[in-house]
């Protein structure tokens, strides 16, 4: 066993170091302090920042990425957290409530930074998420000690990783319109849909949504009648009997939607109640309880799209979701997403790499991140900072049908696949043009 006590000449070297080359004579005590700064430094975890909505009308989306960033931390911690000059070091993952909003978000960030975290996540809304890629761009020139990378799992404008593309910005979910042409796969195919109504949040992303949604249904479906095509306020509607009454009486067969959380919930539940027999076509009715809510109504009716689904059909998937529900059996808590899965493994990928939890060489080596789980791959390219990985769309279904092993949320529903995009299906090209440092 290697002693762990230092001999006087490597504390003076250590001690050297840290107190700055040449700045005089190092007493045996000035380098004892600086050894002991340095390997407490050395030891210390890796502090990365969850900024996101812990309260408010979708405290409870923010309350499922924790549940998975905190799954995915827990598995690397398992197995000795990452390696930095020959040193373990575990990952700590902490809270800051944005409350959804930019200006809170924005102090969130500024009080992440003081406690000296590094490595930011968010995703649940594309508005917050430019917002903190504008304030990291502008923090990361101002003050280079303490420069951050920002990890993106939800935020899905395509304008984040295309026009407004950053160097210290990574995003780790397929974008709209990447998910948008996945649904356009099924809706080609759907030859009985003559009228949709086009519904979204107003905002970034809700924008974004409906302006692919029309640009790819002129493209692939230009028999489509589009029969209603509205935005609605984010977060505040409480009652959404007076849109399900609009869907209903423009004739429309199938709803397009990006609404998540609540605004997704309350949508689909007051189309239920109203009689709506058509389709949702949706980015996220596939849990945080859009299931439950549709109830039987929803049974081959509502498709979603995802980076992964609990019902993939392979041995590796299943055992991976079984995890999963092991470590949050409540049927509530049943909301895990993959691809935050293989972004965790992607930040321990790189941080190993550079050897540095600094955000500059992690930054560096994730631009060449290439992991895999439970048979599921995804590598990130470079060009624009876009994660490339495989989607798959489902539909609901009853549990125990065909497909169907799995339920969502104890609701007796789940998603059966009906299909599946390799990473190369579903890429699409950038307009990035990145600027790196």
């Not at 049927?331 to 992607?346: C, G, K, S, T």
């Amino acid at each position: 066993m290697r002693n762990p006590f230092f001999s006087r000449r490597e504390l003076l070297k250590t001690g050297a170091a840290a107190l700055c080359a040449g700045a005089g004579s190092v007493s045996l005590s000035q380098a004892l302090a600086a050894t002991r700064q340095a390997k407490a430094a050395s030891s210390e975890p890796i502090r990365l920042a969850l900024i996101e909505s812990l309260s408010g009308a979708f405290a409870n989306t923010g309350e499922a990425v924790w549940r998975n960033l905190i799954w995915a931390t827990e598995r690397v911690n398992q197995r000795g957290g990452v390696t930095i000059a020959g040193t373990k070091r575990l990952l700590a993952l902490e809270r800051y409530d944005s409350k959804g909003q930019n200006e809170e978000a924005l102090s969130a960030l500024r009080s992440a930074l003081d406690d000296g975290a590094r490595i930011v996540l968010q995703g649940n809304s594309s508005a917050i998420a430019a917002a903190l890629v504008d304030a990291i761009e502008k923090n990361n020139q101002r003050d280079p000690s303490r420069q951050a990378v920002f990890l993106n799992y939800s935020a899905v404008d395509p304008a984040l990783t295309n026009e407004r593309c950053s160097f210290w910005h990574f995003r780790f979910d397929a974008h709209a319109d990447m998910r948008m042409a996945a649904l356009m796969q099924v809706i080609r195919d759907d030859r009985e849909l003559k009228r949709v109504y086009l519904i979204g949040q107003d905002y970034s992303f809700g924008q974004a949504v409906l302006r692919e949604a029309r640009r790819q249904l002129g493209e692939v479906r230009g028999d489509v009648q589009i029969v209603g095509d509205e935005l609605h306020p984010m977060g505040r509607v409480k009652d959404f009997a007076p849109y399900a009454n609009k869907i209903m009486a423009s004739g429309a067969q199938a709803v397009i939607t990006g609404n998540w959380g609540n605004d997704l919930t309350l949508l689909v539940k007051a189309a239920r109640e109203i009689g709506f027999s058509g389709k949702f076509y949706t980015f996220y009715g596939n849990a945080l309880g859009a299931p439950a809510a549709i109830g039987e109504a929803g049974v081959g009716r509502v498709v979603a799209v995802a980076d992964w689904l609990p019902n993939v059909p392979t041995g590796e998937s299943a055992a991976f979701y079984k995890a999963f529900r092991e470590r949050f059996p409540k049927p509530a808590d049943d909301y895990v997403h993959m691809r935050m899965q293989l972004m965790i493994e992607a930040l321990a990928q790189a941080i190993s790499r550079a050897g540095s939890s600094e955000a500059s060489p992690v930054a560096r080596a994730l631009e060449h991140a290439d992991v895999s789980l439970a048979g599921q791959r995804g590598f990130m390219r470079s060009e624009d900072h876009q994660f490339q990985q495989s989607l798959v769309v489902g539909v609901m279904d009853r549990r125990g049908e065909p497909g169907v092993q799995f339920d969502v949320e104890g609701s007796g529903y789940g998603f059966r696949v009906i299909r599946s995009l390799s990473a190369e299906q579903a890429r699409m090209p950038t307009t990035c043009r990145m600027v790196r440092p």
